[in-house]
């Protein structure tokens, strides 16, 4: 008995030791960061926005009115919820990031999807679109793209991140686009070195507060989470993070935070599932627990709480629900996944994005004609769209006819933008009254097929109809749900502002930068 209680005393002991210095170098993390950048908790209201991946409105309204999402109800009925957001084409999560941060179409920022083809390296890009797809192209080559050249190489340079282009300090938590104007080191852990052959420490460039897993740390005192809880890349980390800024009065004027657990919770139940807007709820108890209550922390901050893509339910039939884009276009050569780069004789890259994908035409004998005409076979397929003569054309299995227009025109939409159209406008579900376009199930469709029209010279681009999910050899398959497409159930998300009675002019994610950049400076 009494060794027994030595030991806990011993352990106790220990255990107070630890965390009286893990306060002490939390405390002292604290002071150089506000020694390095003085101005940081000056601005009288920081704007903090959270992204909660695949949030969507349907189950939000639910989870509120259920009481089971107290916090997101309490910014709700104290704010504003705009039900529905546009968001970027493809639904991918690299895509609308870039899109959010540059406010720019990926025809400018240059990132396509999460899988596109690079015609300058020649090679196809793949910024980890499952665990077999990226071991099968190589893990390093994988981790290389999305953690580091995702920012420094594929982001254009001309197309500046809202880090870039404020005048003082951000920040961004666990955020996979984060280029900034300061440099920092990023500390590579044991087994990633051993297993694919990074060096110790890699060099970027982000914002002036940077967090990114365990990679690079804010808060010493943050946990260490082991490979299997993606070393940080999870909510309870950007949770831990972002609670050490609030409460050691450190937020920028400006802070990002990504919180990525529920897109794994819908991918593997489906859209309806409030388990991961219940876990990102009790996130957000902790953050406004920060303060010394709930309605302070929104007479000190604006808070915006934003999905990037919905999802669309996978039928139940798992035979007929994916679309394998290889057996469809067997007669052609396509490059195999693992090949990376074409090799002599290959007719076609494909590269799928869940429900969308593009199909590289490289062989030149190869006309747009004979590959619409194999894929209109199967009726799965929902949209099939290419760019040639200078227009874009849009052809549907289900549709007769076909669709084209192009930028600059007659007919005005509710964004302001202007198209000539001509052919079948319910092929992508427009109405025209009086030269007006008002679109249907495929939200601000022109302009986001427009603005991925110069992946390369020679592509198509595909989306499966709801219901259903393109593969091409090891792609992933959802058996819950998925995203990629234009539709509005891939395409709406919500967003809910509390703090401010500030609204972006458009309902749109390649709006909201500019809406930012507005209330920083005022």
Known sequence: MMITLVLVGIALLVMFVIGFFSMQRASKQAQNLQKRFPTLAKRQKPIVMLIVDSLMTKPLIQAMQAGRAPALKFLSDQGNLFPKVVSSFPTMSVTIDSTLLTGTSPNQHQIFGLNYYDPKQKRIVNFGTGAIESFRVGLKQVLTDSLIHLNHRYLHANTKTIHEAFDGPTASINAFVYRGNHSHTLH??????????????????????????????????????????????????????????????????????????????????????????????????????SYASWKEALEQTIFIVLGDSGQTDTIANQQQAFVDLKQLLAPYQITPVQSQRPQAGDQLVCCVNERMA????????????????????????????WKENGHFHVVSGEQKGGLRFSAGGEFVDEYQQTWSLEGNLAILDLSVNDHTISYGIYPDALSRLQGVSETYERVII????????????????????????LHYLDSYVPMIVAGTDSTPRYSRIIDIKAWLLDLLQT
Do not use: C
């Not at 990633?192 to 507060?209: D, E, H, N």
């Not at 593009?358 to 769209?385: G, H």
């Not at 109809?465 to 497409?485: C, D, M, N, T, V």
């Open 188 to 289: 590579i852990p044991w087994l990633m070195r051993q297993f694919v052959g990074f060096p110790p420490q890699l060099s970027i460039k982000g914002p002036a507060l940077f967090s990114f897993g365990k990679l690079h740390k804010l808060n010493p005192h943050t946990r260490h989470d082991p490979i299997w809880h993606r070393y940080g890349g999870n909510d309870r980390f950007t949770t831990d993070e972002l609670t050490f800024l609030i409460r050691k009065q450190l937020l920028p004027p400006f802070t990002i935070a990504y919180f990525p657990s529920n897109d794994d919770v819908v991918h593997q139940k489906g859209s309806s599932v409030l388990k991961g807007i219940e876990r990102f709820d009790k996130s957000l108890q902790s953050i406004l627990n």
């Open 358 to 385: 593009y199909l590289y035409l490289l062989d030149e004998q190869l006309s747009f004609t004979e590959v619409v005409n194999r894929l209109k076979q199967e009726k799965r397929i929902d949209l099939i769209a």
């Open 462 to 485: 595909l989306t499966a109809a709801p219901g259903y999910e393109l593969i091409f050899g090891p792609s992933p398959k959802h058996r819950g749900a998925s995203h990629g497409s």
